[in-house]
């Protein structure tokens, strides 16, 4: 699946994803209120509603752009018209021609991540039927159970031709909690990124893998550290925009050429209309407000090479 996201990043000259992190703050009134006159003060309205959203910011940025991130939290806060609503955002992108990074962040014990995996990137058999219940592109995990709760995930990938991006420096303020704790010379992020290297050994095409790692934009010096820990790792990092990340900073985390990583932007994009640089654009332009915080947002990375 890798080789796919790096064409599609090439072509588009985009190391961009776009996060469908939608919450109903985002959603402008007349959308909302569209779905409440139909539904009702619902979860089905809400469900709705996000679904409107996303589809319109899809169809306004789905040329530019190789990938879209949704993070099923912000779905899952609707219960199960929440999930449905995932759902139908993960397959409308895949019409609209994008690749889909489920951002899940699963892992378990054994067992229990074999399910997740099934049910994220994998097929559940029912009868003498397989069917591929979310049917993601790539899937991100968290790696702190170890091995065992990582396997499965990379067996999915090698039996269905998906990817993953594993959790190795997070972007938030805390992650230096346990991330940066030292266990003999080596921080904890540091042993993560180099077993990133080893669980993706045998899936590398055209250079990368499909195991790939998180890294947040906000710490760029770990990011130069782990882009020579895991070279054949593409670095998903989040962080850019709301988080504070700037393009200057993002330089470590990319190799010579322009590749090895892809930056995600979720508020930044889709509640580009609630900025006052994209203020002109009003909550009716709110897709349009988004193609353009995209532009910005590619022209920006771009400067840096
Ligand atoms: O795995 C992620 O995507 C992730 C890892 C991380 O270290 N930091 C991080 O912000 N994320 C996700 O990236 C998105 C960032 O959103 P914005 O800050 O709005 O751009 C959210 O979906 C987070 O859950």
Redesign the pocket.
């Known amino acids: 699946m890798i080789e796919k996201l790096v064409e599609r990043i090439k072509k588009l000259e985009a190391p961009i994803v776009v996060?469908l992190?939608p919450t109903l703050n985002f959603v402008p009134g007349f959308l909302l209120d569209k779905a409440i006159n139909e539904k009702g003060e619902t979860l089905e309205a809400a469900a709705d509603a996000i679904f409107e959203f996303n589809k319109k910011i899809v169809d306004a940025v789905y040329d530019l752009i190789p990938a879209v991130?949704p993070?099923i939290?912000?779905y899952e806060q609707f219960g199960i018209p929440g999930l449905m609503a995932f759902k139908k955002t993960l397959d409308y992108c895949h019409e609209k021609g994008l690749l889909v990074?489920g951002?899940a962040?699963r892992g378990d014990i054994g067992s229990t991540s074999t399910a997740y995996a099934i049910g994220h990137i994998g097929k559940v058999k029912v009868g003498s039927t397989e069917i591929a219940p979310f049917d993601e592109d790539f899937l991100?995990i968290n790696p702190y159970l170890g091995s065992d709760s990582v396997v499965p995930f990379v067996e999915e990938c090698k039996k269905y031709d998906k990817g993953l991006?594993i959790?190795v420096?997070?972007?938030?303020p805390s992650?230096g909690e346990f991330q940066d704790q030292k266990v003999g010379k080596k921080a904890v992020y540091e042993l993560v990124g180099k077993k990133v290297d080893e669980w993706g050994a045998e899936l590398i095409k055209n250079g990368y893998s499909d195991v790939g790692a998180?890294?947040?934009a906000?710490y760029p010096e770990m990011g130069e550290v782990l882009r020579e820990i895991m070279p054949k790792a593409y670095i998903?990092v989040?962080?850019?925009?709301?988080?504070g990340g700037t393009a200057a900073e993002l330089k470590p985390f990319f190799n010579k050429d322009g590749l090895g990583a892809i930056v995600?932007?979720?508020?930044?994009?889709?509640?580009a209309y609630k900025q006052e640089k994209y203020a002109e654009y009003g909550a009716e332009g709110f897709a349009e407000a988004a193609r353009a915080a995209v532009i910005d947002m590619k022209n920006d990375i771009a400067s840096i090479f």
């Open positions: 996060g992190d991130k993070q939290a912000m990074i951002d962040k991100t991006f959790l420096k997070t972007s938030n992650s998180v890294v947040g906000t998903l989040p962080g850019y925009g709301a988080q995600n932007s979720s508020r930044g994009i889709i509640a």
